[in-house]
C-alpha cells in the first residue's frame, strides 16, 4: 500500500522563497553545501549549521545525490522544526558531484527534512525529477538571466506525484542499499551497527512499497537488484524485452524483471 501524503498536491514554490536561491560562489562540493546551509541560516530555517553539513555530506558519501544533466539534490533529514527547508544554489562553472554521468553540476537544490513527514521527501524528489529531467526545462534554468528569473522558472515546478511505471533516479540508491545489505550479512558485530545506520539513512528515502518489495525479494533469493546486461537480467539470465532494455540503459529509473521480479539495474558506467 502506498503511503498517503497529506500534501498531495503542492508547487515547489511552496517551500521556496526568493531569499533562498542564490548564484553559488564555492567552486567545491563541500563549500557549496555549506553555503546553502548559510542561506538558511541566514533565513532562520535551520539552526546547527556545523551537524546539517556532516549529516549532508555523510549522506552524499553513501550515494552521490548528483541527478544527472547538472543537477544535485543533496540532502539529510533532520528535525529543523518545520516541514522542510530548501535552498538553490546555481553554479556558472559548474561543480564536481561524482554525478552518475560524470557532468558537472550547475544546479544544486539542499533540502533539510523532517522526519515526522515521512512522504514528503519522495513527493518532492519525484516533483523535481518530473521537470529537471526535460532538456527544455533545465536550459531555461541555467539561461535565466538573474536570481529572479531564475526563481520565476523554479516557480513553475508543481509537485503531484507523477504516475509512472518507472520509478525515477532512484535505482542506485536501491542497489546501494543492496550492498549494504549484503555486507552487513557477514559483517563482524562491531561493524554492523555502522552498517546498519547507513542501511537506514537509505531506507528513509526510499516509499514503503518500494522497501516491502525489496525485503521480500532479499528473504526468498538472497538478493533483490539484478544488472541488466546485454539485454540480459543478471538475477534469471532470461532476455529482457528490446523496448525495456534501451529504457533501462543508461537510466537511473528503477524497472522490474517481468521474469523473476527483480529490480532492474543499468550497470553503472565509471568516468574517471
Ligand atoms: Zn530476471
Redesign the pocket.
Known amino acids: 500500500m502506498e503511503k498517503t501524503i497529506s500534501h498531495k498536491s503542492s508547487r515547489f514554490a511552496d517551500y521556496l522563497k526568493p531569499g533562498q536561491v542564490v548564484e553559488l560562489k564555492s567552486p567545491e562540493k563541500v563549500a557549496a553545501v555549506e553555503e546553502l546551509l548559510g542561506v538558511l541560516a541566514k533565513q532562520k530555517l535551520i539552526a546547527n549549521k556545523k551537524v546539517l553539513l556532516t549529516r549532508v555530506i555523510d549522506r552524499e558519501n553513501l550515494e552521490s545525490t548528483a541527478i544527472g544533466h547538472g543537477v544535485a539534490l543533496p540532502h539529510a533529514r533532520v528535525d529543523t522544526g518545520g516541514e522542510i527547508a530548501i535552498a538553490v544554489g546555481r553554479s556558472g562553472k559548474g561543480i564536481d558531484f561524482d554525478a552518475i554521468d560524470g557532468e558537472k553540476v550547475h544546479l544544486v537544490i539542499l533540502v533539510i527534512w523532517n522526519p515526522s513527514i515521512p512522504g514528503l521527501f519522495n513527493h518532492l524528489f519525484a516533483g523535481l525529477a518530473r521537470y529537471l529531467i526535460r532538456p527544455e526545462f533545465r536550459r531555461r534554468i541555467f539561461d535565466a538571466p538573474d536570481k529572479t528569473a531564475l526563481y520565476a522558472v523554479l516557480s513553475e515546478i508543481d509537485l503531484v506525484l507523477p504516475h509512472e511505471e518507472k520509478i525515477v533516479h532512484r535505482a542506485g540508491l536501491l542497489k546501494k542499499l543492496q550492498e549494504i545489505e549484503m555486507k552487513k550479512r557477514k559483517a563482524a558485530k562491531d561493524q554492523v551497527k555502522a552498517l546498519q545506520k547507513n542501511a537506514d539513512i537509505l531506507r528513509e528515502e526510499l516509499d514503503e512499497s518500494l522497501l516491502t518489495r525489496f525485503d521480500r525479494l532479499i528473504e526468498r533469493y538472497g538478493f533483490a537488484v ?1 544488472d541488466a546486461v546485454d539485454g540480459v ?6 532476455n ?1 524485452s528490446t523496448q525495456m532494455y534501451s529504457a533501462i540503459e543508461g537510466s537511473n529509473d528503477i524497472y522490474v ?6 529490480f ?1 539495474v543499468s550497470v553503472r558506467k565509471k568516468k574517471k
Open positions: 539484478a537480467c543478471q538475477g534469471c539470465n532470461i529482457i524483471c517481468e521474469n523473476c521480479g527483480k532492474l
